[in-house]
C-alpha cells in the first residue's frame, strides 16, 4: 500500500481528503481551479499544511471562483498576501490570479478546463508537464503530477489494495479508462 494510503486513513485532514477526493474525478471547473491552486501552494510546503488553511484560503480567494479570482487586481493581491490565515507567497498568488485568467481564455479556445483536460487525455506525465508549463504560470513537474493524480488523469494516487482504488476507477478515473483502452488495442 502507497505511504499516502497507509496513514491517510483516519487523520482529521488527510483522511477525508484521502477516502473522498484524492483520485477523484471531476469536470466542475471550481474543483479544478481550487485542486490546482492548492498543487501550486503547496510547492516547497507539506499537504498538511495546504489541508490545514484550505478553508482560508477558499474564503480568501473567494471560493475559487474563476471568474471572480480573474478579477482581483492589486488590491487583492496586498489583501491576500496580509492574510495570515493562507500561504502568503507573491509568485504563488499572482500566479494564481493569472492562472484564472488563461482558464477563462480555456473557455473560449477549448469549452472550459475540464474540456482541455479530455482533449489533452491522455498523456504521458513528462507531456503533461509541457503542456501545463505552455498553459499555466508556476506549474513544474510536482505541482502537474499531483494535480493529475488528484484528479484521476494518471495512476497512482492509491494504492492497489487501498480500498479507495476501486472507487476512483468506478467513479471514472481517466488513468483507468486509458489503460483498458491501450490493453485492448493491444489484444
Known sequence: MSAYCRFAPGHPLHGPYHDTEYGFPSSDETVLFERLCLEIMQAG???ELVLKRRGAMRAAFAGFVVD???AFGEADVARLLADPGI????????????NARRVQ???ASQGGFAAWLEAQH?????EWVKLFKATFLFTGGEI????????GYLPGAHAEDCPVAERTVAAGARWASAAHLTRNARQ
Do not use: D, M, Q, Y
Not at 87 to 98: D, P
Open 45 to 47: 510546503l507539506s499537504w
Open 87 to 98: 500561504i502568503r507567497n507573491r509568485l504563488k498568488v499572482r500566479a494564481i490570479i493569472e
Open 68 to 70: 471572480r479570482v480573474a
Open 122 to 126: 491522455p498523456r504521458t506525465r513528462a
Open 144 to 151: 502537474v503530477g499531483e494535480f493529475l493524480l488528484s484528479l
Open 105 to 107: 481564455g480555456l473557455r
